[in-house]
């Protein structure tokens, strides 16, 4: 069973930077594509950045300019870089990863959170 385990959220002042990662691992054959999404209190979960099997990323219009999501293949693992962040930023991070495992079984996991809070 594919696992992620992410890393890199904490309390950060406004204008400041993180960064998070996530690595992948469990029977995994090929990573279809990765991405990072965020859950604010009381608001629905939104993807925030995507990275494609091709390397090609996405973003939403509130963190374009601001995040960079990359990848590193060897290691299955994604990073969310995160810089000039606003108290609007503030919210529980999720990974997913979807792909196919060695068992010829397409998988689609989530991460456990990372908070990431943006405050004076």
């Known amino acids: 069973q594919v696992q992620l385990v992410e890393s890199g959220g904490g309390l950060v002042q406004p204008g400041g930077s993180l960064r998070l990662a996530c690595a992948a691992s469990g029977g995994i054959f090929t990573i279809f594509a990765m991405g990072w999404y965020r859950q604010a209190p009381g608001k629905q979960r939104e993807l925030a950045a995507s990275i494609s099997s091709s390397g090609s990323s996405d973003y939403s219009d509130s963190v374009k300019g601001r995040f960079t999501i990359s990848r590193d293949i060897a290691k299955n693992t994604v990073y969310l870089q995160m810089n000039n962040l606003k108290p609007e930023d503030t919210a529980v991070y999720y990974c997913?990863?979807?792909?196919?495992?060695?068992?010829?079984?397409?998988?689609?996991?989530w991460g456990q959170g990372t908070q990431v809070t943006v405050s004076s």
């Open positions: 997913n990863v979807n792909g196919l495992s060695i068992w010829h079984k397409q998988f689609d996991s």
